[in-house]
């Protein structure tokens, strides 16, 4: 294959390396959450590098990532800092395992992220992605519940239309069906309530002394398309789950990092999980990273001799990577250095205000937004449609990247977003809008 350069090419030669990318993508790749019969007709954006808040694709197009990179992007592409983290860490060692070893960056991160974590979570599970995250925290729970003498207690409760990733154990607690109804013969019973403080106080009345825990996203259902949970719900939960015995599992992967406007979500209400996961934001968006952060007293009670075998197996062979755990704790750094959550004031107000007449439009049902995430939801259009797929389409030829969730069309930008920026991001989804 000879590489044709840019500059030196021909009018064309850069649309041939595009075309002959494009070619191999739709001879080799399998993209996620894709129907494959109509993205070649969906014209794929095959991005090639980024500057700031930027993607650039082959044929340099320049895009703002108005979704973060699916939403875990914090400072920005390129970012300086976290670029040299890595290259420096890579100086060291890329990859050692955490079965049997302890590694330098993972250490120093674990001791971070429980200083900047809500109180009490003082220990720190890696894994590699939010899926696995929750996994681990499925797993801790149940196994904690056996531990602690509380044999009776092993369902798990989760919120109607969660989500909480793709593998089979996160499945079985999301609810939205149609990601999940196929696989409804693999996935294990949940208990489901809705987000109502009544339901979930029936709930714990009823069931409670079967309940391992409870697992939610906080504040605001992501992937449901944004949905916002009633002031003191959250709160009221904890409660509940303190009286009763059930561990509080906080899945915060999409809200964890400065996404709603403060370090946690849970800070809001100042609720203290017993389990806490993350991903998304953790490594600023650089490499696949995950944590599930408990408490003392569940760490504690996995004590015992070997022959207890109270032991917790799980792990994944990246886990605690040092060349992600550097970015990782690089990217918490900046957090302090740079004020990154007193930054992002100007850029918040600046998307609200933006909003507001996006949500006077007569094809807009509602917008929802806490901090850096907004779901805008259409109207008046049938799913096959997929509106929300073609505002975003349309956004493209403004130079702004999108993803839809079905009719609501999510802006999640990256922490860095300047207020110029923020403009151009709803200037432009309100012309997408109003041209359907
Ligand atoms: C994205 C997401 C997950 C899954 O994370 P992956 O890294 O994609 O496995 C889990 N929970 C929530 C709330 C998410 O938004």
Not at 22 to 48: A, G, N, R, Y
């Amino acid at each position: 294959m000879t590489a044709v350069h840019p500059e030196r090419s021909p009018k064309g030669g850069v649309e041939g390396r595009t075309s002959e990318l494009l070619q191999l993508d739709l001879k080799h790749v399998w993209h996620p959450f894709t129907q494959h019969q109509s993205w070649p007709d969906d014209e794929p954006i095959i991005i090639e590098r980024a500057e700031a808040n930027w993607l650039i694709d082959t044929d340099g197009r320049r895009y703002l990532d108005g979704v973060s990179s699916l939403w875990c992007n914090v400072h920005g592409h390129q970012k300086r800092e976290l670029d040299a983290a890595i290259t420096a860490q890579l100086g060291q060692v890329a990859h050692s395992t955490m079965l049997g070893l302890a590694n330098v960056p993972a250490i120093r991160l674990a001791a971070k992220l429980s200083a900047l974590a809500p109180e009490g979570l003082t220990k720190v599970f890696y894994s590699d992605s939010g899926s696995t995250a929750v996994e681990v925290a499925l797993k801790m729970a149940y196994q904690y519940q056996q531990l602690a003498g509380r044999p009776q207690k092993r369902k798990l409760a989760a919120l109607v239309d969660a989500y909480h990733g793709d593998t089979l154990g996160s499945v079985s607690v999301g609810g939205m069906s149609l990601f999940h109804a196929r696989f409804r013969d693999l996935v294990f019973p949940v208990v489901r309530v809705p987000v109502s403080l009544a339901a979930v106080e029936r709930l714990f009345a009823e069931q409670a002394h079967e309940l391992a825990a409870f697992i939610v996203e906080p504040l605001i259902q992501g992937a449901a398309g944004m949905l916002l949970q009633p002031p003191g719900w959250l709160k009221a939960v904890e409660a509940l789950c303190r009286k009763h015995d059930v561990l509080l599992v906080c899945d915060e992967v999409a809200t964890g990092f400065g996404r709603t406007g403060t370090m946690f979500a849970v800070e809001h209400e100042s609720v203290k999980p017993d389990l806490l996961c993350v991903a998304k934001g953790l490594t600023g968006g650089y490499l696949p990273l995950a944590a599930t952060l408990a408490t003392q007293r569940i760490f504690e009670a996995f004590l015992g001799s070997a022959a207890e075998q109270k032991t917790f197996f799980h792990g994944h062979t990246y886990t605690g990577n040092p060349l992600a755990c550097a970015v990782a704790l690089a990217s918490l750094e900046l957090f302090e250095r740079e004020q990154t959550l007193e930054r992002m004031k100007p850029a918040i107000e600046a998307l609200a205000r933006g909003l507001e007449p996006i949500a006077c439009l007569k094809n807009v049902a509602e917008v929802r937004r806490r901090g850096f995430m907004v779901g805008i939801e259409l109207k008046g259009y049938v799913a096959s449609d997929r509106t929300g797929f073609k505002v975003c389409k349309a956004a493209r030829k403004h130079g702004v990247l999108l993803r839809p969730l079905g009719d609501v069309v999510v802006l999640m930008p990256p922490l860095s977003l300047t207020v110029e920026e923020a403009r151009l991001l709803t200037r432009t989804v309100y012309e997408c809008i109003t041209s359907l």
